[in-house]
């Protein structure tokens, strides 16, 4: 098993040039499949924004799980290949790597990257019998 170079999730935004401006009531774009849509509460949850509550798995957590919100942010659910088009649009958009790159986007422009964890990352895998 090798794994592969994956691009983290952006937080990326026009309105706000670091999360510490995000003010309340802000409008987020995230992904509306299962796998992004917990990536980015992790990512939300590790820049200080909502907390999600204990003992949720972070590979399934979802926007039932979120325990605060603590800007109060307000969530609108797009298809994830949809996000880098919303950045104009809304305050903020959790954009994930690949969707990103493709739109042409600088991830370094993102005000927050997701610390993406292994289970997350590509990986090229191969059956030993099949060698």
Known sequence: MIIVPTAPMGLFSNTFNSVEEIEDASTITIANDPVNLARTLIMLEDEGLITIAEGTDPLTAAL????????????????????????????????????ALAADFDLLDAIALEDMPDDYRNRVVVNSSDL
Request: negative net charge.
């Open 64 to 99: 039932s799980d979120i325990e605060t919100n603590h800007k109060d942010l307000i969530f609108h659910e797009v298809e994830a290949g949809q996000l880098p088009r919303t950045v104009e649009s809304e305050d903020l958009s959790a954009v994930p790597g690949n969707f």
